[in-house]
């Protein structure tokens, strides 16, 4: 059992791509281009672990990636190592919170956290913004679960003049509780990449195709 803790820990670290010099400023820094996904990350002076920052383009429209987010009970099914997702309360069309349960690799147990959701579009670009604040005191801690604390970043959905959407994925989230820094920023590519691939392919199935909210100018 300890030989294998230390095999994948060793096999963390080698896999990860090594920082260069420029990673300890808070410059945004490329850190993969494959499959029409681009994803970025910073040093924040303010927590202990980087900052993603995912970008796609896709053809749908503002209300099917609206409401393939406000699908909160579908989220599981294309956010990464999402296990369990659920709609808390709507306050309104633009304000919600929701409940995730996230995967964590062997010897650490999952993690949960709620977020609270507020959506506003910004005019004439009609750009669509969902910001994403922490909430962990919403609902009582599950006794089986760490509750994550800090969890910040936003949504950003912007048409573009090729009759794409632009979606762009920031986060910084931090799973806590002696899971080391190292660690959490290994996972701080392929969580944003994996998670718009598969963001992507649920656009790309159709089910959301058609859907029309009457608060969204298109």
Same mark, same amino acid.
Request: glycine fraction near 4%.
């Given at each position: 059992?300890k030989?294998?803790y230390?095999?994948?820990h060793?096999?963390?670290l080698?896999t990860?791509?090594?920082p260069n010099s ?9 850190k993969k281009?494959k ?6 990350v910073?040093?924040?002076p303010?927590?202990?672990v980087?900052?993603f ?16 987010? &406000?699908?909160v ?5 294309? $956010?990464?190592?999402?296990? %369990? ?6 306050? +309104? ?5 929701n409940?995730y349960?996230?995967g964590v ?7 949960d956290?709620?977020?609270?959701l507020k959506?506003d ?6 750009e ?6 922490n909430?962990?005191?919403?609902i ?7 509750r994550?604390?800090i969890?910040?970043?936003?949504? &950003?959905?912007?048409?573009l003049e090729?009759?794409? $959407?632009?979606?762009?994925? %920031?986060l ?5 509780? +002696? ?5 959490v920023?290994g ?5 944003p990449?994996?998670?718009?691939k ?7 199935k159709?089910a959301?195709?058609?859907q ?5 100018i298109?």
């Amino acid at each position: 059992m300890k030989n294998h803790y230390l095999i994948w820990h060793l096999a963390v670290l080698f896999t990860m791509t090594f920082p260069n010099s420029s990673d300890g400023n808070s410059e945004w820094i490329l850190k993969k281009n494959k499959e029409g996904i681009t994803v970025y990350v910073k040093s924040n002076p303010s927590f202990r672990v980087k900052t993603f920052r995912g970008i796609m383009e896709v053809e749908s429209t503002l209300s099917e990636l609206v409401a393939i987010l &406000k699908d909160v009970e579908n989220n599981r099914n294309w $956010i990464y190592k999402c296990k %369990e997702s659920e709609l808390l309360d709507t306050v +309104n069309f633009w304000h919600q919170f929701n409940y995730y349960e996230i995967g964590v690799t062997w010897p650490y147990n999952n993690r949960d956290v709620i977020m609270e959701l507020k959506m506003d579009q910004h005019l004439p670009s009609k750009e669509v913004t969902i910001a994403i604040e922490n909430a962990n005191s919403y609902i009582p801690n599950k006794e089986s679960l760490y509750r994550i604390k800090i969890a910040q970043g936003f949504w &950003k959905f912007t048409p573009l003049e090729s009759g794409k $959407i632009k979606v762009t994925y %920031e986060l910084t989230i931090d799973p806590g509780k +002696n899971i080391p820094a190292l660690l959490v920023n290994g996972r701080a590519v392929k969580d944003p990449f994996m998670t718009l691939k598969k963001l992507r392919s649920t656009v790309m199935k159709g089910a959301y195709k058609g859907q029309h909210y009457q608060q969204i100018i298109h």
